[in-house]
């Protein structure tokens, strides 16, 4: 079973995905949105939720590589 603390960090993390995920769309710096796709990971990796986040905000900075080209 998940704790409230879990679920206070899980929804944390996702709210800094969607913040980036808008972030991009309304056109951003693209070091603002990295930086918030990185936060979204420190904070997984500090509550040893790293592995299910991960693919997560790899896919986001894949993308955000192929649009700094």
Do not use: F, H, W
């Not at 969607?18 to 979204?40: M, P, S």
């Amino acid at each position: 079973m998940c704790d409230d603390g879990d679920n206070d960090v899980r929804e944390r993390i996702q709210k800094l995905l969607i913040t980036g995920d808008n972030r991009l769309k309304q056109g951003v710096a693209l070091e603002k949105v990295r930086a918030t796709y990185e936060e979204a990971l420190a904070l997984a990796r500090e509550n040893s939720m790293e592995e299910r986040i991960r693919p997560l905000v790899e896919v986001r900075l894949a993308d955000l590589e192929r649009l700094e080209k």
